[in-house]
């Protein structure tokens, strides 16, 4: 399993390693699990998924200062810093596995 997702972007810490490992940002804990991981466990649980299948957020406080630091470390930026219609200011990122991260804050 690659680094779980945004512990670059977000600087959070892990725990664990393959197949699981859990990332502590401020306020919450996120488990993740790899795919072989899973499949050992549940077999067929992951036959219907895919790369980019879900979307993970996470509100930060300032959208452009943690929009920098992942494009100079080369993440794959899917949409830069825009403000959008209904009062957020996202960035949307691609994680390792393919998956999507959006960053955003209330404006």
């Not at 940002?25 to 993740?32: E, M, S």
């Not at 943690?66 to 810093?81: S, T």
């Amino acid at each position: 399993m690659r680094s779980p997702p945004s512990t670059r972007v977000l600087d959070a810490e892990v725990e664990g390693e393959a197949p699981f490992a859990r990332v502590t940002v401020p306020g919450a804990v996120l488990p993740f699990f790899g795919t072989r991981g899973m499949q050992s466990m549940v077999p067929g649980s992951t036959a219907a998924t895919a790369s980019g299948s879900f979307a993970v957020e996470f509100r930060v406080t300032d959208v452009d200062a943690r929009h920098e630091p992942p494009a100079a470390q080369g993440v794959e930026m899917l949409e830069p810093p825009t403000t959008q219609p209904w009062g957020r200011r996202s960035v949307w990122l691609r994680d390792p596995d393919g998956d999507i991260v959006n960053l955003y804050q209330e404006v």
